[in-house]
């Protein structure tokens, strides 16, 4: 079974631009997540959806949004992009268990980008 | 006082060594506690997770959470070069709250 996959790998981009990243989760999946991980940190959240609804948002500035599409992928956006804004994009997925769950979180690769 | 603690390392064992990961916290709320395993370029992966007080096993792996000292352990056991990795700690308090809580994350290596 394929796990979540994100799309691009990688992204360069300069300040001021806009980027989408997009993420496929776990066939079966409804909730999709979005962190963001700075080189030498942890993950920190930035978005929570389930069933296309926004269910939690982190402390990010609102040049970060997303959706959740019917078919449960989800696209990250942000404008006017900052220097800061370098970072590994993570999306993850997490089974039906009643509701949102978030103990058990299934990771993408990432979307690494850098911005100039 | 931050609300997740965990020392970034590097640490550097021989193969076969006894490895102790530790993280502290301080929000009483949280009530999953996690452990997840991210190799280089990669996303993490969820080693162990628990949501009480004691002990986990799996493997060569052992969970340990302590709630009243808030802190949580993780023991590899016979660790293998495959083991080098970053290892994160996580927490989540559960209920209306959607986001888990990483900790720095503890870079391993073992060296064969």
């Known amino acids: 079974d394929a796990g979540v996959t994100q799309s691009p790998t990688h992204l360069i981009k300069t300040r001021g631009q806009q980027v989408t990243l997009r993420c496929s989760p776990i066939?079966?999946?409804?909730?999709v997540s979005w962190y963001q991980q700075v080189l030498g940190q942890g993950p920190q959240f930035i978005f929570q959806?389930?069933?296309?609804?926004?269910?939690g948002r982190g402390n990010f500035p609102d040049r970060f949004s997303a959706r959740q599409f019917p078919n449960y992928s989800s696209e990250l956006n942000v404008n006017a992009l900052l220097l800061g804004d370098s970072a590994l994009y993570l999306c993850?997925?997490?089974?039906?268990?009643?509701?949102?769950?978030?103990?058990?979180?299934?990771f993408g690769s990432g979307t690494q980008l850098s911005v100039l | 006082q931050k609300e997740v603690e965990q020392d970034p390392g590097p640490l550097s064992v021989p193969e076969g060594a006894i490895v102790s990961l530790n993280c502290t916290y301080s929000?009483?709320?949280?009530?999953?506690f996690m452990w997840y395993r991210q190799y280089s370029r990669k996303g993490p992966e969820l080693l162990m997770y628990?949501?009480?007080?004691g002990n986990k096993e799996d493997g060569r792996f052992t969970a340990q959470v302590d709630k009243s000292s808030k802190y949580i352990s993780l023991f590899i056991r016979d660790s293998q070069p495959s083991d080098s990795a970053t290892y994160l700690c996580?927490?989540?308090?559960?209920?209306?709250?959607?986001?888990?809580?990483f900790g720095k994350g503890t870079l391993l290596t073992v060296n064969p």
């Open positions: 929000n009483s709320a949280f009530q999953y």
């Open positions: 628990t949501y009480s007080s």
């Open positions: 993850a997925s997490s089974p039906p268990s009643g509701g949102t769950t978030n103990e058990k979180l299934f």
């Open positions: 066939s079966g999946h409804k909730s």
């Open positions: 996580a927490f989540y308090s559960g209920g209306s709250n959607y986001k888990l809580t």
């Open positions: 959806y389930y069933e296309k609804e926004e269910r």
